[in-house]
């Protein structure tokens, strides 16, 4: 994958330049230089299998051990420290914040990804409750439109535990 490739380079351009970075000046290069080309298109290419998700996440859990005062500790400890969400949930927001500007009509709607909603309306709840697409293959299981209608009860659970309800 290029963009690891690449991601792994610029970290090391960063650690052969700057000797003792501190949490504010590491955050501020990790999230202009190196971030970037992890989440390069992700609303479109995201990866679904594990391995995948694992080799990107390790870029990260690599950076935040540049910071010498955190090196010693656990992964999330580090990111908890530098206020750095894990870059699959990240992956995960976005995907819901495009669900969001889709379903409201922030996009062109000639260009923009045709959502179903549910037609059902004896059941409660919203009227912006979508439909899950029944798939054979794995192209189309894990494309867009698909995965966010999985990863809506996920972002729920995920948004609860942060708000700490």
Request: aromatic fraction near 12%; include cysteine.
């Amino acid at each position: 994958m290029k963009k690891i490739n690449k991601a792994y380079s610029i970290l090391g351009i960063i650690k052969r330049n700057f000797i003792y970075l501190d949490t504010n000046s590491f955050v501020l290069l990790y999230k202009s230089m190196v971030r970037p080309h992890l989440e390069y298109a992700n609303s479109v290419w995201c990866p679904y299998k594990k391995g995948d998700i694992e080799t990107i996440e390790k870029v990260q859990k690599r950076a935040t051990k540049l910071i010498i005062s955190l090196k010693h500790l656990p992964y999330m400890e580090r990111l908890k420290q530098l206020k750095l969400p894990t870059l699959k949930y990240r992956r995960l927001r976005g995907d819901m914040i495009e669900v969001y500007k889709i379903v409201h009509n922030y996009y062109d709607s000639k260009t923009a990804v045709k959502m179903k909603f549910n037609s059902f309306q004896i059941t409660r709840g919203n009227n912006y409750k979508l439909q899950k697409i029944v798939c054979h293959y794995n192209l189309r299981k894990y494309s867009f439109c698909s995965r966010v209608v999985n990863a809506r009860r996920l972002a729920i659970l995920v948004f609860e535990i942060i708000c700490g309800l």
